[in-house]
């Protein structure tokens, strides 16, 4: 590999050991025969530390611990949550 060049490298299949480190054939395949499928998300970041600090920790906590949003439908509110809450706690004491 020479200068100025990016190699990616995902989830080698080959049927015999291709002397990169496993010594062994890499040829995983799912149910059906075929080889396994992986979806993956390349990110590149290009920066100069000259000019000022790499942004990679804070980009990386981003894209690993994306904001989780959660959404409410019921209307009711929790006073009405509470009071029936202790509704069903004084049925089951009277049964």
Same mark, same amino acid.
């Given at each position: 590999?020479?200068? %100025?060049?990016?190699?990616?490298? @995902? %989830?080698?299949?080959?049927?015999?050991?291709?002397?990169?480190?496993? #010594?062994?054939? !890499?040829?995983?395949?799912?149910?059906?025969?075929?080889? !396994?499928? #992986? %979806?993956?998300?390349?990110? #590149? @970041?290009?920066?100069?530390? *000259?000019?000022?600090?790499? !942004?990679?920790?804070?980009?990386?906590? !981003?894209?690993? @611990?994306?904001?989780?949003?959660?959404?409410?439908?019921?209307?009711?509110?929790?006073?009405?949550?509470?009071?029936?809450?202790? @509704? *069903? *706690?004084?049925?089951?004491?009277?049964?």
């Amino acid at each position: 590999m020479g200068n %100025n060049t990016i190699e990616l490298m @995902q %989830n080698r299949r080959t049927t015999d050991d291709d002397a990169k480190g496993v #010594v062994e054939a !890499l040829n995983e395949t799912d149910a059906d025969g075929f080889g !396994l499928r #992986v %979806n993956a998300k390349y990110f #590149v @970041q290009i920066f100069d530390f *000259k000019r000022a600090q790499s !942004l990679q920790r804070s980009q990386q906590i !981003l894209i690993d @611990q994306p904001m989780q949003m959660f959404y409410v439908f019921d209307k009711m509110d929790l006073k009405n949550i509470s009071a029936a809450t202790s @509704q *069903k *706690k004084q049925h089951r004491s009277l049964t």
